[in-house]
T-cell receptor, first 109, second 116 residues
Framework: DAKTTQPPSMDCAEGRAANLPCNHSTISGNEYVYWYRQIHSQGPQYIIH???NNETNEMASLIITEDRKSSTLILPHATLRDTAVYYCIVFDSWGKLQFGAGTQVVVTP | DTGVSQDPRHKITKRGQNVTFRCDPI?????LYWYRQTLGQGPEFLTY????????KSRLLSDRFSAERPKGSFSTLEIQRTEQGDSAMYLCASSFYPASGKETQYFGPGTRLLVL
């Protein structure tokens, strides 16, 4: 079973920041938080991952709470092309990924 | 394009037929994963290889399924005697697993199978 809890859906206005929450209260010390997204009928796309510190790349920012029990993926300026299912995955850095149901994000004009 | 590629992208077959899918990983990636995704669900792990060795198989991988990676490069996934329940998207991912033990998997576009 997936070790994360995400809201099933959320809407975001184009051009605004999208903040996607993820709860992983049972995360262990050696487990990373990974985010992937899947645009309709395509394969999942890697976005970002982190262990303890906040991370930023060209796609998004990842904010992990100090106790590591939750995190937020931030898409700074959402576009229509960001409409997708976003998966938060707790992963011990090797081996199989366990996907949950994810959050369906719809970016509206 | 140097990403993961899968062939075919779509496959329609009749129940009872055999099908084979191919995955070409990112060059120099030593790990290759197969996942299956049904409508409305997240991907589920099937099996993975490190080089040519198959290291883990899910209980989802019944004896009708077989996967190979003969030379540690491309991989094939064969389904024998297909059933309607096999209809799904079959996803391949690859990664480089270094000595430090941390990897990131990159996915291909998937092969969508429909069994009539």
């Amino acid at each position: 079973d997936a070790k994360t809890t995400q809201p099933p859906s959320m809407d975001c206005a184009e051009g605004r920041a999208a903040n996607l929450p993820c709860n992983h209260s049972t995360i262990s010390g050696n487990e990373y938080v990974y985010w992937y997204r899947q645009i309709h009928s395509q394969g999942p796309q890697y976005i970002i991952h982190g262990l303890k510190n906040n991370e930023t790349n060209e796609m998004a920012s990842l904010i992990i709470t100090e106790d590591r029990k939750s995190s937020t993926l931030i898409l700074p300026h959402a576009t229509l092309r960001d409409t997708a299912v976003y998966y938060c995955i707790v992963f011990d850095s090797w081996g199989k990924l366990q996907f949950g149901a994810g959050t369906q994000v719809v970016v509206t004009p | 394009d140097t990403g993961v590629s899968q062939d075919p992208r779509h496959k329609i077959t009749k129940r009872g037929q055999n099908v084979t899918f191919r995955c070409d990983p990112i060059s120099e990636h030593n790990r290759l994963y197969w996942y299956r995704q049904t409508l409305g669900q997240g991907p589920e792990f099937l099996t993975y290889f490190q080089n040519e060795a198959q290291l883990e198989k899910s209980r989802l991988l019944s004896d009708r399924f077989s996967a190979e990676r003969p030379k540690g490069s491309f991989s094939t996934l064969e389904i024998q005697r297909t059933e309607q329940g096999d209809s799904a998207m079959y996803l391949c991912a690859s990664s480089f697993y270094p000595a430090s033990g941390k990897e990131t998997q990159y996915f291909g576009p998937g092969t969508r199978l429909l069994v009539l």
